[in-house]
């Protein structure tokens, strides 16, 4: 007698599967790897939402917020588009290109593709980073909830649940639109021209007046117009995002009819989401066949290596030429561009001048180059022997010291790091027309200052925490918390010097003397790097075999 066919597992049971799968990945589970580290990261990396949710949920609790008419609802709707805002952008700030492999990874087992995407887009929701961006606005719904009383707190839990799955779905459709273009032949001219065209469009919009700014002085909020603050407070309020933070405004006002319209229109929202990104995700995947991604770009006879004079000449031309094709490198460096325009047309400078004084161009200018800097050099550096798929092999197989390819490595990282913050702050003083001399050199020494210990860093993370990437963009393994959370680290102290000068500072602005303190910490950064690279050499040496099996592994 035959033996009965087992169920097909139900969508719960995928989701938990699903979940464990991303766990065990995200931990980087194997032999010598400590667990308990990574849970203690991955709370650590939770822990900025606990924080940032009970100062919200302190301010609407205050009592200038709570006899308000106005305050509650703009903050509620303020915070529930940026939280929006930032979930679909952020596969473009993060150059998020990790999460769309599932569909591929699981073709062969049990279960249909759109209910791999439903599960994958619900468990997003469970980690660190949706923690976090969730955080403000729990923290202020529920202070909301906690002086005003409502009529049906089940419909408003229904709203917090539609509006989590409404933000969900949409940055799907943003993680499948980035991994379209990437995926793209052209990708790099389509990504230049989208960045030419926004920078048009956006110089034809009136930029937004920031004068109440300036007519608040010592007389607080009561002497805002408050007909500005109302007029944005509808206005937040008539967009999807907005649905949830009038929705509880209508509860609290009895209105319980117009709260279920609103929840019917988050769901209405969130599966034309989910059905844009389905399309987008399996148009990726219908293309993504036998094609290496990015527009190589070079002659078919052309060879890049016939003039180099050495074998590390040699090193270096190839290292520049894979960043270069890279489609993940293409989107980091635009990102911090789109930034600037961003800042520029939401009029971001003037709120930065009014709170910063004269250290506002050189916290901005310096802010948008060290991100630009940080997010190239981190981003292959912390994965430096996996970014370009299989190339660890071929230098095992060649006859040069594995030394040599570390330092090409880090040389061409590091100077491209550099090259973009240099580009970034000229930008910046031309686009705005603002920052001097000392606003420039600020900067770019705090660039200097950052790079060396991101270096640093990616030569141990690499070789302890080797992550597999395809340079097909088919997929890519997650990067595990704990080395996330140990190059957020050693970001912290690169810009720890940038910090402290532009504090001791004030107002005023820096001078030559904050120049000079941020160069010494570049100096003893570069330092630091001196002396950590022969060690980090001699432990590749030891750990080739690993790093080869981590990166190649199937």
């Known amino acids: 007698m035959s033996r009965p066919r087992p169920p097909v597992p139900g969508f719960f049971q995928h989701l938990l599967l699903l979940w464990g799968l991303r766990l065990h990945l995200g931990l980087n589970q194997g032999p010598g790897k400590s667990r308990l580290l990574a849970v203690a990261a991955f709370m650590g990396s939770s822990a900025p939402g606990v924080l940032l949710g009970l100062s919200f949920f302190k301010l609407m609790r205050l009592p200038l917020i709570v006899h308000s008419n106005v305050w509650p609802y703009f903050i509620l709707n303020l915070l529930c ?70 009529a049906a707190p089940w419909l408003a839990a229904v709203l917090y649940v539609l509006f989590a799955l409404f933000c969900a779905a949409w940055s799907r459709v943003g993680l499948y639109t980035v991994i379209n273009v990437l ?22 919009i009136p930029p937004i007046d920031t004068s109440w700014l300036t007519s608040v002085g010592e007389a607080g909020v009561g002497a805002l117009d408050m ?58 995947h219908r293309q993504a066949g036998g094609r ?16 180099t004079g050495s074998r590390f000449d ?32 939401l009029s971001g ?40 798929g299989h190339g660890f092999a071929v230098f095992l197989a060649a006859p040069m010291s594995l030394a040599d390819v570390l ?9 491209a790091a550099l090259g973009m913050a240099v580009l970034v702050g000229a930008f910046y003083r031309v686009y705005f027309g603002s920052g001097t001399l000392v606003d420039f050199l600020c900067a770019m020494v705090a660039v200097a200052a950052v790079v060396p210990m991101l270096l640093a860093a990616g030569n141990f993370l690499s070789l302890y925490f080797p992550v597999k990437f395809h340079a097909s963009l088919k997929r890519r393994d997650r990067v595990p918390l704990t080395a996330s959370m140990l190059g957020i680290l050693a970001a912290s102290v690169g810009c720890m010097p940038f910090g402290h000068a532009l504090r001791a500072a004030g107002k005023d602005g820096p001078g030559w003397q904050s120049v000079a303190f941020i160069a010494a910490f570049a100096v003893l950064h570069f330092g630091v790097y001196l002396a950590t690279r022969p060690l980090a050499m001699r432990l590749l040496e030891q750990r080739r075999e690993v790093v080869l099996r981590a990166v190649t592994r199937e």
């Open 292 to 307: 290496s991604g990015g527009d190589r770009g070079d002659g078919k006879d052309s060879d890049p290596f016939a003039t």
């Open 407 to 415: 330092r090409a490595k880090n040389r061409v990282q590091g100077v």
């Open 81 to 150: 588009f940026v939280t929006a805002a930032t979930w679909v952008t952020w596969p473009l700030l993060s150059a998020g290109v990790d999460d769309h492999s599932e569909l591929s990874r699981y073709a062969a087992f049990p279960i249909s593709p759109f209910r791999l995407l439903m599960g994958s887009t619900v468990a997003s929701l469970f980690e660190p980073r949706a923690l976090v961006f969730y955080a403000p606005l729990t923290g202020a719904a529920v202070g909301y909830a906690s002086r005003h009383r409502l």
């Open 349 to 388: 400078r003037d709120l930065f001048v009014y709170l910063l004084g004269g250290s506002a161009d050189a916290w901005v200018m310096g802010g948008l180059s060290i991100y630009g800097a940080v997010v190239i050099a981190s981003t292959f550096s912390q994965n430096t022997f996996a970014y370009d």
């Open 227 to 284: 007909s500005l603050i109302i007029n944005a407070a509808v206005a937040l309020s008539q967009v999807p995002p907005g649905f949830f933070g009038d929705g509880l405004g209508q509860l609290a006002h009895g209105r319980v009819g117009i709260a279920l319209l609103e929840a019917f229109g988050l769901l209405f929202f969130t599966a034309m989401g989910m059905t844009v990104a389905y399309a987008l995700l399996m148009r990726f």
């Open 183 to 204: 995926r793209a032949k052209h990708s790099a001219r389509i990504m230049g021209g989208g960045m030419v065209a926004f920078l048009v469009a956006a110089s034809f």
């Open 314 to 345: 040699t090193l270096l031309r190839r290292e520049v030429l894979d960043l270069w094709r890279n489609p993940r490198a293409r989107l980091l460096a635009a990102v911090p561009f789109i930034l600037a325009i961003l800042l520029k047309l």
